[in-house]
């Protein structure tokens, strides 16, 4: 059988090399020359130590014009041992691999790789070598001369490390062997040398050969590969003809002999659960699905069907899979391609095990079959694979909607968070794992989508179909891409691809104005940056007519062919990139212009597209929470109502605006209040209202923001300008929050609109102040909190103070359970206002009023607020001092200390339920006017502590599930916690030095802590 397939290793060959007459010799790489090196290979695994020995002989064809002075393998499983350059990268880089992370570091002596290398000859003579971790240097015996060919033969041993990544033995799903890299791989030889990165987390390069592999192992093991099973009848395990014998030999082992013509590497898998079922229809290779079947995987019965229709699909909008079959194996980590096959995890829904085996399954034309080097142009691979893939799913699933959406979105983010690096670096060399990710899957993707744009949809399709039918097993770059792309538009197409590749520039164009002038309309538009792109410009008329208008660039010279013949279009004269600006006017229109819009078909990654169309692009959602879009300005509006004992009813409503990933912020309200309702008369109406703007300030870094806040709530007017900086090189991909945040505050009470024991804590008049805030992690869990203000009160009386709170939580496994240590610590000046001053029961009055569920309910009625026992949590344990008087001694003052350890229980993870908590709650402090340090003293019996133990239920709005899209839209319910708690202990809850357990209850309303 092997004569078979080495006559179709020969076919394989001439039909790409006759499939067009611009088609060269398959031994020519880019109209040049490639290396090819052939495999034979015999091993014997071990399954129960899971090592196995191997013989190896590579024919290596120099069909270079070089003379080889050096050879090199890749020893890939040396890279999973502790302290490799791989488990240091991934315990050092910002972002590691969540498969990884630091799991090669704790790896034991049976769980670590190895290929140990026995002996090597060239030629039938020994030859020695050094290893390099992951690399094989080869001191050769004699230099290898252009044309010649040369025989090297090894003996090896190796061992399966546990499975971390792409490749190992028991993986998550309890695999037994997933089998990529396995074997001494000779590196690739090209125009550019040898291609010898150290292993290190990504991406390959191979040349072209045969590979004859024979494989023995433990007879209950089933096993898929890349390549052709030679001898079925003698294995069995499904791949039998059922119209023949079987020839299983004696024994308790197996040997699997696999011959696969003209690829660049071999993966195999094997398990002795595996269910082995092929699936065959008209237009697809032979599907092999090798699984175990339990319930997690019963989708598999319904995978045959989608891969089949996926190869139809490829091979029409593309070009023919090379190969007679494709097997997909249960193994791996996720999803990895090879040659003629692919691992992928198994326990996934519908969308997820087609989703992941459609992208595998396309690598097949670009990984496997125009082999681009993926350590280099790893873009070429994954970028063209989600490409395809978005197209391939659009199809299966019959979806509506723009397939490559989401590939925008996330280029925007990275953009946005300022995390994107240039694409034209090696694979291993990007500071982060995400801005590698988005360079290689979606850049590269966003790539030909953009390029769809400038070309259009039937140059694109045509550039697509030529470049796979050119450049299959060439390992082509992206010059050949790009040449091809030039030559079926009939443009210049350098300047983009060197503007996406090696920069990173972004696009933002805009119209700037329309001015109608009787019927002459006159247009101009703007570039922010020099990244310049071809413009489709879409105008509507009064009378509901069309027009598209195309402004080439200059540097493209030429001009896409019109995609909708159904408007008409005008073609004006190209924009320079050195002009900024671009106007023109048009005439004897028969109709003014009423809108006006840049790409309407949203292939261009504008990084604003508020811009892009006129009029403004605002688009308004009744009782709705605005979902930030890339195209349209979403707001929310809904009407509230309220009342409160001495702001009477409250009338208003809420606008709400947001951009793409929360960018240029907008919350406004307007109340309009009776006063009380005992004396309605006009002179007692008022109005509350709030205005405030938030957006980024890219002047002070990628993560940066300003906000600017105006209003008045319930008879107190504040202002507030801020700005903030998350500090840290890779912003929101830092292991841990950090943020400098700089404030400007007014706040000035002008009426008693709050029941009186919240306005009697209340002084009037104008508090002026700054503060200068860093916060770590996030405080109501584990971070720190430092912030220092200053402020004046009526201008005469100044203040300092500065504040500390910290948090530690410890959580169980599965996060139901958590113990949280909380300390806060404050001082301040005797000359600070009455608002400032610290409660320990209850935060300081401006906390309170700061938070608007608290203030809104506490503020319904004086009566209510004290049989409800409202009370504020402040953040601390000792709520329950709340019931009592506030001029309580040790209870108010400038300075606080205070310690609280709580236990909390999640009886429920999932649902609703999900939203109650459970807790127990200890802590001790003390609040003391005067100095910090001086008047300070340690609990005695003349100076006692304030201290409380108690219980509760918690209930935390944001928890519910899709619960944003209830309280979003509402300044009450936004991140609302209400709890019932029982303070049964409160260590002198009087002036007396009595120990008073009794039982309590109170409703505690504010923040998470």
């Known amino acids: 059988m092997i004569f078979r397939y080495a006559a179709a290793a020969f076919i394989l060959s001439l039909f790409f090399l006759f499939a067009t007459p611009l088609v060269p010799a398959l031994t020519a790489q880019n109209a040049a020359w490639q290396q090819r090196v052939d495999y034979e290979m015999d091993i014997r695994m071990n399954v129960e130590t899971n090592q196995f020995s191997g013989s190896q002989l590579v024919t290596y064809h120099n069909v270079s014009p070089d003379t080889l002075h050096r050879f090199f393998y890749h020893l890939y499983y040396n890279a999973f041992q502790p302290g490799s350059m791989m488990d240091t990268r991934s315990r050092t880089i910002i972002d590691?691999?969540?498969?990884?992370?630091?799991?090669?570091?704790?790896?034991?002596?049976?769980?670590?790789?190895?290929?140990?290398?026995?002996?090597?000859?060239?030629?039938?003579?020994?030859?020695?070598?050094?290893?390099?971790?992951?690399?094989?240097?080869?001191?050769?015996?004699?230099?290898?001369?252009?044309?010649?060919?040369?025989?090297?033969?090894?003996?090896?041993?190796a061992q399966v490390p546990l499975q971390i990544r792409r490749t190992g033995r028991d993986n998550r799903e309890g695999i037994r062997y997933s089998m990529s890299q396995w074997y001494p791989k000779v590196a690739a030889y090209d125009q550019d040398g040898w291609h010898t990165p150290p292993y290190v987390a990504r991406e390959f390069h191979g040349n072209f050969g045969d590979f004859d592999v024979r494989i023995t192992i433990d007879r209950n093991y089933t096993l898929g590969a890349t390549g052709y099973l030679q001898n079925p009848q003698q294995v069995g395990h499904g791949y039998e003809d059922p119209e023949l014998p079987l020839e299983l030999p004696e024994g308790d082992e197996l040997t699997w002999h696999f011959f696969a013509p003209e690829v660049i590497d071999f993966f195999w898998g094997a398990h002795d659960e595996f269910i082995h079922v092929i699936h065959e229809e008209e237009g697809s290779p032979r599907i092999h699905m090798l699984y175990v079947e339990r319930p997690e995987t019963r989708f598999w019965e319904m995978l045959g069907e989608f891969t089949a229709e996926a190869f139809r699909f490829m091979n029409e909008y593309i070009g023919p899979y090379p190969y007679e079959q494709f097997t997909i194996i249960q193994g791996g980590d996720g999803g990895m391609e090879y040659p003629m096959g692919t691992l992928i995890t198994g326990h996934r829904p519908l969308w997820s095990l087609v989703g992941v085996t459609v992208h595998e399954l396309i690598h097949m034309w670009y990984q496997s079959t125009l082999a681009t080097n993926e350590t280099l142009y790893h873009w070429m691979d994954e970028g063209f694979t989600v490409y395809m893939s978005d197209l391939v799913m659009w199809h299966l699933f019959q979806l509506p909607g723009d397939p490559h959406a989401s590939t925008y979105r996330a280029y925007l983010r990275l953009v946005h968070d300022g995390l994107e690096e240039?694409?034209?670096?090696?694979?291993?060399?990007?500071?982060?794992?995400?801005?590698?990710?988005?360079?290689?899957?979606?850049?590269?993707?966003?790539?030909?989508?953009?390029?769809?744009?400038?070309?259009?949809?039937?140059?694109?399709?045509?550039?697509?179909?030529?470049?796979?039918?050119?450049?299959?097993?060439?390992?082509?770059?992206?010059?050949?891409?790009?040449?091809?792309?030039?030559?079926?538009s009939g443009m210049q197409l350098r300047w983009y691809f060197d503007e996406m590749l090696y920069s990173t520039r972004t696009i933002d164009i805009g119209i700037d104005r329309v001015r109608n002038a009787g019927r002459n309309t006159t247009i101009r538009l703007s570039r922010d940056g020099i990244f310049h792109m071809p413009v489709d410009l879409l105008l509507t008329y009064a009378d509901g007519t069309q027009e598209l208008i195309y402004i080439p660039t200059q540097q493209q010279l030429g001009i896409k062919a019109h995609e909708h013949p159904d408007i008409p279009r005008t073609v004006l004269e190209p924009w320079p990139w050195t002009h900024a600006t671009y106007e023109f006017t048009l005439e004897g229109r028969p109709a003014l212009v009423t809108a006006a819009e840049i790409d309407p078909s949203n292939r261009l990654a504008d990084i604003n597209r508020l811009n892009n169309r006129w009029p403004f692009p605002a688009e308004f959602n009744a009782f709705q929470v605005p979902e930030p879009d890339w195209n349209t300005y979403q707001t929310g509006v809904r009407p509230a109502l309220w009342y409160g004992e001495r702001a009477g009813l409250r009338v208003g409503g809420r606008l709400s605006g947001r951009y793409l990933f929360n960018t240029k912020a907008l919350d406004a309200e307007l109340w309009l209040t009776t006063g009380t309702l005992e004396d309605p008369s006009a002179s007692n109406l008022d109005a509350d209202y709030r205005l405030s703007w938030r957006d980024r300030l890219p002047l002070l870094g990628p993560d940066s923001w300003w906000q600017a806040e105006t209003g008045r709530f319930y008879g107190v007017h504040h202002q507030r300008l801020a700005v903030e900086r998350r500090l840290g090189r890779f912003g929101r991909l830092e292991r841990t929050r950090r943020v400098l945040s700089l404030d400007a505050f007014h706040l000035n009470k002008d009426a008693n609109r709050q029941i009186g024991a919240l306005s009697a804590q209340w002084e009037r008049g104008?508090?002026?102040?700054?503060?200068?805030?860093?916060?770590?992690?996030?405080?109501?869990?584990?971070?720190?909190?430092?912030?220092?203000?200053?402020?004046?009160?009526?201008?005469?009386?100044?203040?300092?103070?500065?504040?500390?709170?910290?948090?530690?939580?410890?959580?169980?496994?599965?996060?139901?359970?958590?113990?949280?240590?909380?300390?806060?610590?404050?001082g301040g000046s005797g000359q600070m206002a009455q608002q400032q001053r610290y409660n320990l029961g209850s935060g300081t009055a401006i906390e309170r009023w700061q938070n608007r569920a608290f203030t809104a309910t506490a503020n319904i009625d004086g009566l209510f607020y004290e049989d409800a026992r409202l009370s504020f949590d402040s953040g601390n344990a000792l709520s329950g001092y709340s019931l009592h008087t506030p001029g309580r001694s040790g209870l108010t003052g400038n300075n606080m200390l205070a310690f609280s350890v709580w236990q909390s229980y999640r009886p429920f993870l999932r649902g609703n339920q999900r939203a109650f908590e459970l807790e127990v709650f200890s802590g001790t402090g003390l609040a003391w006017d005067g100095s910090f340090a001086t008047d300070f003293s340690l609990p005695s019996a003349s100076s006692p502590w304030l201290a409380s133990t108690g219980a509760g239920i918690v209930f935390d709005f944001s928890e519910l599930p899709r619960s944003a899209r209830y309280t979003g839209q509402s300044a009450l319910l936004s991140g609302l916690r209400v709890a019932l708690r029982s303070p049964f202990y409160l260590h002198q809850a009087g002036d007396t030095n009595d120990f008073e357990p009794t039982s309590r209850w109170m409703i505690g309303v504010g923040k998470a802590f």
């Open 766 to 826: 104008s508090l002026i102040g700054a503060g200068l805030s860093f916060e770590q992690g996030d405080v109501s869990e584990t971070g720190i909190l430092l912030r220092a203000e200053t402020a004046t009160f009526y201008g005469e009386r100044a203040a300092q103070q500065v504040q500390l709170r910290a948090g530690y939580t410890w959580f169980s496994s599965d996060f139901r359970y958590r113990v949280r240590f909380g300390l806060q610590a404050a």
């Open 422 to 488: 240039y694409m034209g670096q090696h694979a291993d060399r990007y500071d982060t794992n995400a801005a590698y990710s988005m360079a290689s899957y979606r850049k590269g993707s966003l790539i030909l989508h953009q390029l769809e744009y400038i070309i259009g949809r039937d140059a694109m399709k045509r550039t697509m179909q030529r470049y796979y039918r050119d450049f299959a097993m060439r390992h082509p770059t992206p010059v050949d891409f790009q040449r091809i792309a030039e030559e079926e």
């Open 96 to 157: 590691p691999d969540g498969r990884v992370r630091d799991r090669i570091y704790h790896l034991t002596e049976d769980e670590i790789g190895f290929q140990n290398i026995l002996s090597l000859k060239q030629n039938g003579q020994s030859v020695s070598f050094e290893v390099s971790e992951t690399i094989l240097s080869v001191n050769l015996s004699s230099p290898i001369l252009p044309g010649e060919t040369v025989i090297f033969e090894m003996e090896f041993e």
